[in-house]
């Protein structure tokens, strides 16, 4: 296998540290743009216009989540038809996400143009009680608007690119974005003085670049994705819907939650320091929080195309690393954040009250972040192991029902400091009804890791019908030729086929021990599980090496003498599916 940085590591971990990074780092991209804004906002303009930035922020929000919720019904269902070899599955749900968005947009335009009044009041401000709030924050929507149709876009488009091999593309497209918004801020308050408006255009601007690096990923020849309108269907639409749901169930939650808690802040506010803390707050928790999404994203494609192919050890693998990584992140992060929050402040405003509420509200949530990492990451394991009522039950105690008690418990006692602190009492709440969640479905202690991750009984077979084996080196090769044929006539499979299993482990593992080093790594792998049910034998090949494809390859040499001992295998095999995810290569066989 190629490790990244080191030797012999891990498929899976190789496979989860590039996505989740990527997704990390391409999330706070995004967030640091945000947070630029705020910043540069708040240093030019001021922090008033600052406070009509943070109040919108919520409502917005509420607009993108449904795309948002189909953007991950996608992620689910291609990655589901990705595991069983169903291109033209996945290619439907992509292009009817694509549909969808753009219907989206077009909706979200119309009622920016048409109801902002509608829009404020739900933020608690009226043209009769905050008049020059209100006029910001029409002029920033204005500013804003452009960019809406490309931010949805770009949502959608987003997971399907990083799961198609385009991680590279996505991240030099996140940095693109973060330049053009930074250079165009900077142009607004030192060159076209554009005030409120020219933040909000900035950032439109921003997004149609991103959206314009992004779209030519789907020209390449090598991308397996492709618009493609014959094979949607009304069955489709609705599994999409089902598996967007408990996104679209968070994010509602999540919005009303933090329209609640602004309403709340400003009702027991002595000052306008009171909102800029719990706008730099809230700014920063997102930036933290693209560790969580990051993580979280990733974790819910690999989990959802381990789980279609019945991959229990896999799957476990993935579950355990995924939660150590996530502990550790969050922890690093939590650390540095609550000792630099001092400076984290200053850099918004040099004002003594908003200093000294900000780094309140800042070491906070700090401590928050360790806790809604780890129980994000778990949410987004049970999506992908459809377990969406459970996920949507958590749903409601995270993002609404225990933030909002806690706020109005703490706003009661200790006023705005209360409303931000409540931010890591409501966090430590949910591990415990988390906790409490696993403890039921269990009616004892987890015992072993298994438990934890809430699977059916008889998920994957049992042990004694699958044989995993990795794979290194030639030698490997050989006793793992050598370990399949015996392992295939002790289930009773007859000499004939378990010969043909024996074969076809030695030709195609060989070739990637053989051919599939990339320059950079000095080193292969190869994952390798056999399974048996019901006399049908299924053979899984994955690795993280230079992509191969076997059946485009046959496809390209069909009159040459190449490729001989893989022509023989797919001829032989009743299934030949192959399919690139995460720049790994993944081949299923099936020998009826």
């Known amino acids: 296998m190629h490790s990244i940085g080191l030797r012999n590591r891990n498929v899976i971990p190789s496979m989860f540290i590039s996505v989740a990074i990527a997704m990390i780092f391409t999330n706070v991209m995004s967030v640091v743009a945000t947070i630029i804004d705020g910043v540069i906002t708040s240093r030019f303009l001021g922090s008033f216009h600052y406070s009509s930035i943070s109040l919108l922020s919520p409502v917005m929000s509420f607009f993108l989540l449904f795309s948002a919720s189909i953007a991950t019904g996608c992620q689910i269902v291609s990655s589901k038809a990705i595991g069983v070899g169903n291109k033209d599955e996945a290619n439907a749900a992509f292009s009817y996400s694509l549909i969808y968005a753009s219907l989206m947009a077009v909706f979200v335009l119309g009622f920016c143009w048409f109801f902002p009044t509608l829009l404020f009041r739900i933020t608690g401000v009226s043209l009769s009680s905050h008049r020059n709030l209100y006029t910001q924050m029409m002029s920033y929507l204005h500013g804003y608007m452009p960019g809406i149709p490309f931010l949805i876009l770009i949502q959608v488009m987003v997971p399907i690119i990083v799961m198609d091999g385009g991680k590279s593309r996505f991240t030099i497209s996140s940095v693109l974005f973060l330049l053009t918004d930074l250079v165009g801020d900077l142009l607004n308050v030192l060159v076209f003085e554009g005030g409120i408006f020219g933040m909000g255009f900035a950032s439109s601007v921003s997004y149609f670049v991103q959206f314009l690096v992004l779209i030519f990923h789907f020209a390449s020849k090598k991308s397996y994705f492709r618009l493609s309108f014959k094979n949607i269907r009304r069955n489709l639409v609705s599994e999409i819907g089902k598996a967007g749901n408990p996104t679209t169930i968070k994010k509602l939650f999540s919005v009303l939650r933090d329209i609640v808690i602004n309403r709340i802040n400003l009702s027991v506010a002595v000052s306008a320091a009171a909102i800029v803390a719990l706008g730099i707050q809230n700014d920063l928790n997102t930036l933290l929080l693209s560790i969580s999404i990051g993580i979280g994203n990733a974790l819910l494609s690999m989990t959802s195309i381990y789980y279609s192919a019945q991959d229990r050890v896999g799957l476990r693998k993935l579950f355990s690393f995924s939660m150590s990584f996530s502990a550790v992140i969050s922890g690093l992060a939590c650390v540095v954040v609550f000792f630099i929050a001092p400076g984290l402040a200053f850099s918004y405003t040099k004002d003594k009250e908003v200093l000294d509420l900000s780094v309140f509200s800042i070491r906070c949530m700090a401590l928050s972040i360790p806790l809604e990492t780890m129980s994000s990451s778990f949410q987004s394991y049970l999506q992908g192991v459809r377990k969406r009522k459970t996920v949507n039950g958590i749903s409601f105690f995270e993002r609404f029902f225990i933030p909002v008690l806690a706020a109005v418990f703490l706003a009661r006692i200790f006023g705005s400091k209360g409303v931000l602190a409540s931010i890591f009492l409501s966090k430590l709440f949910l591990v415990i009804v988390m906790l409490l969640i696993v403890l039921v479905r269990n009616k004892h202690i987890p015992k072993d890791i298994y438990e934890w991750m809430l699977l059916p009984d008889d998920f994957g077979g049992s042990e004694d019908n699958n044989l995993y084996i990795r794979i290194k080196t030639m030698d490997d090769v050989v006793k793992a030729r050598d370990d399949s044929e015996q392992f295939c006539v002790k289930h009773g499979i007859e000499d004939k086929r378990a010969l043909y299993c024996a074969l076809f482990i030695e030709e195609m593992a060989g070739n990637v021990v053989l051919h599939g080093k990339r320059k950079r790594f000095n080193s292969v792998c190869c994952d390798f599980r056999l399974f ?29 003498e190449k490729g001989l001992g893989i022509k023989l295998v797919k001829s032989l095999s009743s299934e030949f599916r192959y399919f690139s995810a995460f720049n790994s290569n993944n081949l299923i066989i099936v020998i009826d």
């Open 532 to 560: 048996i049910n019901e006399n049908k034998i299924s053979i899984t090949l994955r690795d993280y090496c230079r992509q191969f494809d076997p059946s485009r390859y046959i496809e390209q040499n069909q009159n040459e």
